[in-house]
């Protein structure tokens, strides 16, 4: 195999070596949930908040202030409405985040939430050379270790970019799980290059992630296109479906997407919807991987 060659060009060897660089192993669903539960909710918030524009250099005061709503307004909404169903959950915050806000940091560890990485100014991964990802990772984690109080035990990347050198540093950084990628509903175990990793994905999906149905860009041809009532449909239905199957139902949000007025309608709708239901675990994800794991050795 050469760098130059195209990929109708390579041979066997190199497209299986591709694939199996990051792969999905055993899967990671117990007979049953704590309790007897029959289903898990994992709900998540990524508090990005001013490092959406600053990732790209934007420094614009306007921008930023729509950022700067997800931790004014979005998050202290989001806190009341788990708190009132007595839901926990997983914040992922990037470190510059968490720096701007170490307020709003305490106030979920103080609600007993789990603050998880999510990159150091939500730089593309896929983008840096691999000593930056890795020097950026480390600087997060230590990061919010001094701001939290507790190491983190699992990571987000940033925009769920995956560089091939992502996996290796979560292994280094010995987080127990990540919570970046696809190849499930329900949680499995990583493998690189074929071998087990001992680290649990805890799998995402744009369809349960408040940015693709309700992001506005004004001046693109990008509009707002699912009330926040039918988002709250589509997420009730992946719930029905996980409850059924006895898995996970993972859920991907955003303090400065989901905390306006009339979009909290769509989580509390859900939550309206998932607490008339016998046999439900809450948990955060850290929670999720760590039960998993006791019960997939
Ligand atoms: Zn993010």
Redesign the pocket.
């Known amino acids: 195999m050469t760098a130059d060659q195209q990929p109708w060009q390579w041979d066997e060897q190199t497209w299986r070596a591709h694939v199996a660089r990051v792969r999905a192993g055993r899967l990671l669903r117990p007979a049953s949930w704590p309790g007897g539960a029959r289903v898990a909710v994992a709900l998540s918030f990524?508090a990005?908040h001013e490092t959406i524009p600053l990732r790209h250099g934007e420094t614009g005061p306007g921008k930023l202030a729509q950022g700067e709503y997800g931790s004014r307004v979005g998050a202290p909404r989001v806190l009341r409405l788990l708190e009132r169903f007595g839901v926990p959950a997983s914040f992922f915050m990037p470190a510059v985040s968490a720096l701007l806000h170490p307020e709003e940091v305490r106030s979920y560890v103080a609600a007993g939430h789990e603050v998880g990485m999510?990159g150091w100014i939500?730089e593309g991964n896929t983008l840096l050379d691999p000593a930056d990802e890795r020097e950026l990772a480390l600087r997060a984690a230590d990061t919010l270790e001094k701001l939290t109080g507790t190491r983190p035990v699992g990571i987000r990347t940033?925009?769920w970019e995956f560089s091939h050198h992502t996996l290796a540093i979560t292994r280094e950084l010995g987080l127990r799980y990540d919570s970046s990628l696809m190849a499930d509903d329900d949680p499995y175990e990583l493998l690189a290059d074929g071998e087990p990793t001992g680290v649990v994905e805890i799998p995402v999906e744009w369809i349960r992630d408040d940015v693709p149905y309700l992001t506005i860009e004004h001046r693109g041809g990008l509009r707002w296109s699912t009330p926040p009532r039918q988002v709250a449909g589509v997420w009730c239905d992946e719930f029905d479906a996980a409850l059924e199957e006895g898995g996970l139902f993972q859920l991907t949000m955003h303090p400065h997407v989901i905390g306006h007025r009339s979009r909290m309608v769509a989580l509390r709708e859900l939550l309206e919807h998932i607490d008339a239901h016998e046999g439900v675990w809450y948990a955060t994800h850290a929670q999720v991987a760590e039960y998993v794991l006791e019960q997939c050795p």
């Open positions: 990524d990005d999510h939500h940033p925009a």
